[in-house]
């Protein structure tokens, strides 16, 4: 009944629009987990929605986990495990909420493996919730319109998505699934969603492949994928090799991107000198020993091992919040706030070094205004034949720097 319910909602109210009242454009249903697989796929795209430490109902007596998904990628591999083969997906909510501390690290994974699952869209929730459109600090758990340290980011999330810097997967995982073994399944468990890992194949495949269910018409669908990922590995690299997870040390993983145009380092560095590629990254203490660094080379010219003029744009993050703040800790990694603070935002300045493939003397760094304008010159110096060692502190003040190459 309930089935047939849904079938009838969607499928009439989207000929409604369709043959009716000539809508033009591609129409979805509601996000997988709310409707049956099978009923979303008679429109025209799927969508799904995901958030990591999401706080639970808005009340005076919220709660929220203070944690990094770096050391579990879950939100990556359920959303990727759930894709219907055959049909455009989006992901039109995606949020690490405020006051989670990690919240730098979300929209780059979102679109490295949006891009190499070759998902056709990726939004984050949102932008602002409240009347003020010009915050100069966070005033609710979903708005991203004053988290420095989300939109610092953004120029390396529309160079691997928009530009196309990560590049599709090159082989995929297609899972089929049969009516009657879902239905079964909907009766039994009360799940209506259902992903890769129903038929027992590991989620942590969406990191290497793209990964998709095909859905069958009648009884259990035949075939299957039987190839097993060890349960103590560690390191996950996508199969076009830009994608790196790396769980080696217990509670302090960390995600690179490593392709020629833009580069990113999110997680704990736990004293570890990171190489992409021909870009060295070691990154000293932090508030959170976690931190968030992106590279851009922002005329896709790479960074300096061409020999060509280039212009990068680095950003580097770790603790934002507001000013005067105050994080309660309930138990465990559960927080709460005693004090939203105000006034504006603090970002932590990162220590770290980096080494660059290019011409120390043909090499210049700068430490970016909020404005994007040069404030103060970091020094450049040589580190090894051909190699530029650059070395930013909290003393400039700035989460930007720019990089130019001569």
């Known amino acids: 009944f309930l089935v ?7 499928t009439g109210i989207y000929h409604f629009l369709k043959k009716e009242l000539k809508v033009k454009s591609v129409v979805s249903g509601t996000q997988l987990g709310y409707s049956p697989p099978f009923v979303q796929a008679r429109l025209d795209y799927i ?16 709660r929220i986990r203070n944690e990094s998904m770096v050391n579990s990628m879950a939100c990556i591999r359920n959303l990727a495990s759930q894709r219907i083969d055959g049909k455009p997906y989006t992901i039109s909510e995606y949020n690490h909420p405020f006051p989670n ?65 990560v590049r599709e997967a ?17 009766v039994s468990k009360k799940a209506i969603g259902a992903g890769v890992d129903v038929k027992g194949v590991d989620q942590r495949y969406a990191l290497l492949h793209q990964t998709t269910v095909q859905l069958k018409e009648g009884d259990a669908a035949s075939g299957g994928f039987d190839k097993k990922i060890p349960d103590n ?35 704990f560095p736990a004293g570890r000198f990171i190489q992409l590629g021909n870009v060295g990254v070691s990154i000293g203490k932090t508030r959170l020993d976690w931190a968030t660094l992106s590279f851009v080379s922002r005329n ?12 990068i744009l680095l950003c580097a993050t770790g603790l934002v919040e507001n000013k005067g703040m105050v994080i309660k800790q309930v ?36 430490a970016l205004g909020p404005d994007g304008k040069r404030l103060k010159e970091v020094p450049v110096e040589k580190a090894g034949k051909g190699k530029a ?18």
């Open 300 to 311: 896709a010219a790479g960074f300096g091992e061409k020999g060509l003029p280039s212009s």
């Open 4 to 10: 047939d319910t849904e079938y009838k909602y969607w």
């Open 170 to 186: 090159k082989s995929a995982v297609a899972i089929p699934l049969g009516y009657e073994e879902y239905f079964d399944r909907l």
């Open 389 to 406: 060692q650059i070395t930013i502190s909290p003393l400039y003040q700035t989460i930007w720097y720019e990089i130019e190459i001569r």
């Open 101 to 165: 501390l990690y919240g730098a690290e979300g929209q780059p994974m979102l679109r490295a493996y949006g891009r190499l699952q070759g998902w056709d869209g990726v939004f984050e929730y949102t932008y602002n919730h409240r009347s003020d459109f010009s915050p100069n600090h966070i005033n609710y758990f979903f708005s991203m319109i004053a988290r420095t340290d989300v939109l610092g980011h953004f120029p390396a999330c529309a160079a691997m998505y928009l530009r196309g810097d």
């Open 233 to 267: 590995q560690k390191v996950f690299v996508s199969d076009t090799k830009e994608l790196t997870w790396n769980i080696e040390k217990q509670d302090s993983g960390y995600f690179t991107v490593n392709t020629p145009n833009t580069k990113l380092f999110t997680g």
């Open 47 to 62: 969508d799904n929605h995901s958030y990591w430490c999401h706080p639970g109902p808005v009340n005076p007596n919220w």
């Open 331 to 366: 138990s465990g990694k559960q927080i709460t706030l005693s004090n939203w603070g105000g006034e504006k935002m603090l970002a932590e300045g990162i220590p770290a070094t980096i080494i660059l493939p290019s011409d120390p003397l043909k090499t210049k760094c700068f």
